[in-house]
């Protein structure tokens, strides 16, 4: 994959540029990034909650970035307390 985007040109092939938590924020150069990382927080969430799942494409559009890194983080918690 990684060859596949750089032969994209959408990513430089730097690997530093890759934040450990790669739920974070995405090295690639491409539009709508914004979009793409708001997914990121909310995937997890509209794949265990249907409310959620239906409402994604708009979830993405607004910015409630901070409170979608709450959501993230409490409910990554909350599963990691049920793995482990």
Do not use: H
């Not at 040109?9 to 709508?32: A, E, Q, R, V, Y």
């Not at 910015?63 to 409490?74: A, R, S």
């Amino acid at each position: 994959m990684g060859q596949l985007a750089k032969d994209s040109g959408i990513w430089n092939g730097n690997l530093d540029k890759i934040n450990p938590s790669f739920f974070d924020t995405t090295p690639l150069d491409i539009d709508d990034k914004e979009y793409v990382q708001r997914l990121q927080k909310l995937f997890s969430l509209a794949c265990n909650n249907f409310i959620t799942k239906l409402f994604i494409k708009l979830l993405i559009r607004l910015p409630f970035d901070n409170l979608y890194v709450y959501l993230y983080k409490k409910f990554k918690l909350k599963k990691y307390k049920e793995i482990f």
